[in-house]
C-alpha cells in the first residue's frame, strides 16, 4: 500500500511539473517577493519626508506652500494600502502609482527651493538627509525594475501553453506591473545639486592696533 501511495505521489508531482503549475508557484513568489522590496524601499523614503521637511522648516519657514505641498502628498502616500494584494488590482495599482507620483513632484519642488538658502545647503544635517533619500531613489529604480522582471515572466508565463490551461484552472490572472507614463513621472529622482558656489564668507574683522 506504501508503494502504491508513493507512486501516485510521483504521477502527481510529475504531472505537476509537465503543466507548469510548479513553474507558476516559483514566479509567483518572485513577483510576491519583488513587490515586497519595491513597498519596503518607497516607505524607506516617506519616512525620511518628515525629517526632511522640519530641516527646511528650520531654515525656509516662509516655504509654507512647498512644505504644505510635500506634508500632504506623504499623507497621501500613507492612506493607500500596500498589500500584496495590490499587484492583483490593477486600479490599485494605479492608485498606488499616482501617489508615489505626486510625492515624488512634492519633492522636487521642495528641493529646487532649497537652492536659495545657501545656509540651508551647508547645513550638515540637510546635506545628510538629501543623501540618504538619493540612495533611497536608487534603491527605488533598482526594486522597481526587479519587480517589472518578476511579473514579466509571471504573466509570459501564465500566457504560455500548457501553462495557461493550469493557471485558468487554478484561477491564476496576469499581474498589474507600473505603467510607462507612471514610470516615466515616478522613476526619475529628484535633482539634486550641490555643485553651486557656497556664498563668501565675511571677512574677518582686523584685530585693533596697540
Known amino acids: 500500500m506504501r508503494k502504491l501511495l508513493t507512486v501516485f505521489a510521483a504521477l502527481a508531482s510529475l504531472s505537476l511539473t ?11 513568489e518572485a513577483v ?20 526632511l521637511v522640519n530641516s527646511v522648516k ?17 499623507a497621501k502616500v500613507g492612506s493607500v494600502q500596500m ?3 495590490v499587484v492583483n ?20 519642488r521642495l528641493l529646487v527651493v532649497t537652492e536659495n538658502y545657501p545656509q540651508l545647503k551647508s547645513d550638515q544635517l540637510f546635506r545628510d538627509l538629501v543623501a540618504q533619500l538619493e540612495g533611497t531613489e536608487n534603491r527605488i529604480a533598482v526594486a522597481r525594475n526587479r ?4 511579473v514579466q515572466d509571471f504573466n509570459v508565463g501564465i500566457r504560455t501553453f500548457p501553462n495557461n490551461l493550469t493557471a485558468m484552472a487554478f484561477g491564476y490572472k496576469e ?9 516615466k513621472s515616478i522613476s526619475t529622482a529628484p535633482k539634486v545639486d550641490f555643485n553651486s558656489p557656497a556664498p563668501a ?4 574683522t582686523p584685530a585693533p592696533a596697540k
Open 18 to 28: 509537465n503543466c507548469g503549475y510548479n513553474a507558476i508557484q516559483q514566479n509567483d
Open 32 to 51: 510576491k517577493s519583488g513587490w515586497s522590496e519595491v513597498v519596503n524601499q518607497y516607505q524607506r523614503r516617506a519616512d525620511l519626508v518628515p525629517n
Open 58 to 74: 528650520g531654515f525656509a519657514q516662509q516655504e509654507k506652500d512647498v512644505l504644505l505641498g510635500v506634508t500632504n502628498a506623504r
Open 83 to 85: 498589500t500584496p494584494d
Open 89 to 108: 488590482d490593477p486600479a490599485a495599482m494605479q492608485k498606488f502609482q499616482a501617489a508615489q507620483g505626486e510625492l515624488t513632484g512634492a519633492l522636487s
Open 147 to 150: 519587480y517589472i522582471k518578476a
Open 175 to 183: 499581474k498589474a506591473n507600473f505603467t510607462v507614463d507612471d514610470e
Open 201 to 204: 564668507s565675511p571677512a574677518p
